[in-house]
């Protein structure tokens, strides 16, 4: 039993039960080696000729306990899947583990942020997100940045001092070039920007902020002009990185994400250095217009920009023990699914990234007082969940 080629994978209508089967079999042999279902599959194959019914019966115990990895699904449709990442867990051994196997991209979730690099105005710690970035490296993984211009998670001394706009313009453009120049040719695109337009009755303003005019950096009441000066500074630090406009709540057609495609119109008609869209997609009571979603996508794509889909999170309704139900578990399935789906089906819509892959370890958890969670495709024990298979299968597929 060879089933070599990526192409005959492709070519499976329907996903038959025996077919899949084979196919997940032959990815667990080959690659995982002697850890796990591929030591056993590795045995059978010796009493193979003698012993057919044995080798049925344990492909389907593979399909069970050792789903197709969601980096090996991913070679299949050349998808990038990545996933936020904490660097204190790195050195809890499932967690490495789980983050290498499943993933061919990584983002630090929070030690990109200016809280974490700068501890006063004239340093830079790098010390957590290179560790991250190491990871990536050793695990041939690349790596998203996230993010230079935020209004949150901003130090104390930044904005308790009442800079003027020229000493924050001065403040930004060194941090912008020093953080991406520091990642030069490790960090392959990059959250320039990150949720700069308002939510609520004011969706589709920009929000007032720091950056923008209070004081902002000498662009106030002037629209987005603040942001293309942050994605010039960043094309001069790195020309060769990718430049994102991320934000949250404008995954659908909707008053925000009509903003911003005016915003990315006119950055591509004056020359201002972007490459794509980072939609959140953060998922919350088990709704997401799909249709909406998709119309979205494609109407950014067809800018010629990417889009990234890059913090995705279904969060779930839990017991006192953080445990969802079955029915939920399958229904967040199926939202993890239609959304790679639509993803899939635009060729300019290049990544799938999951905000956290553990429940363990899940921000929705820390920002919901334990009455949502669950929300991530694996469990508090690293243990797969019906979202898991749900990704790998719409990963397998070739475009
Ligand atoms: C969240 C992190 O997950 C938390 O660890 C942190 O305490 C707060 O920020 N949108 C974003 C992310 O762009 O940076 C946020 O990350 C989640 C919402």
């Known amino acids: 039993m060879r089933w070599s080629s990526a192409g005959k994978l492709a070519s499976i209508p329907g996903e ?4 899949a089967v084979g196919k997940r079999c032959f990815g667990v042999a080959q690659r995982r080696g002697p850890q796990g279902d591929g030591f056993w599959h590795a045995g059978v194959e010796r009493f193979s000729a003698a012993m057919p019914t044995l080798f049925l019966i344990g492909a389907l115990a593979a399909e069970v306990s050792a789903p197709i990895s969601l980096r090996e699904a991913a070679q299949h449709s050349g998808m990038l899947i990545g996933t936020a990442v904490r660097p204190a867990q790195l050195s809890e051994a499932a967690y490495a583990a789980t983050l290498g196997r499943e993933f061919n991209m990584l983002e630090p979730e929070d030690a990109l942020k200016w809280e974490v690099l700068r501890p006063d105005l004239k340093s830079f710690d790098f010390s957590q ?4 970035v190491d990871f990536a490296a050793r695990h041939d993984m690349k790596v998203r940045g996230h ?12 904005t308790a001092a009442h800079y003027t706009p020229e000493q924050l313009a001065q403040l930004l453009e060194t941090h912008i070039k020093t953080v991406v120049g520091h990642y030069r040719g490790k960090i392959f695109a990059w959250d320039v920007a990150n949720e700069a337009f308002d939510e609520g009755k004011n969706a589709g303003r920009l ?23 942050c994605f010039r500074w960043a094309h001069e630090a790195d020309p060769q990185a990718l430049l994102f406009y991320n934000e949250a709540e404008a995954e659908e057609i909707n008053p925000k994400s009509d903003a911003i495609y005016a915003m990315v119109r006119a950055f591509l008609r004056d020359g201002v250095p972007i490459d794509g869209i980072g939609f959140q997609m953060h998922i919350g009571n ?4 799909i249709p909406s979603i998709s119309a979205n996508i494609a109407r950014f794509t067809s800018l010629g920009l990417q889009v990234h889909i890059t913090e995705m999170d279904v969060a779930l309704p839990v017991d006192a023990n953080g445990n969802a139900s079955s029915e939920d578990l399958a229904r ?4 993890y699914r239609q959304v790679a789906e639509a993803c899939l089906s635009h060729p300019g819509c290049t990544a799938i990234q999951t905000w956290g892959f553990t429940d363990k370890y899940s921000w929705i958890g820390s920002h919901s007082k334990h009455t949502q969670g669950a929300a991530l495709p694996f469990d508090r024990n690293f243990h797969s969940k019906p979202a898991h298979e749900a990704l790998s299968q719409v990963l397998s597929k070739h475009r």
């Open 207 to 229: 929000r007032s902020t720091l950056w923008y005019d209070q004081p902002g950096i000498g662009f106030s009441g002037q629209g987005p002009a603040y942001l293309a000066q």
């Open 129 to 132: 997100a290179d560790q991250i």
């Open 286 to 289: 088990l709704h997401a217009n």
């Open 332 to 335: 967040q399935a199926d939202i």
């Open 16 to 19: 038959g039960l025996s077919r």
């Open 147 to 158: 993010t230079l211009v935020w209004h949150q998670q901003n130090p104390v001394w930044l």
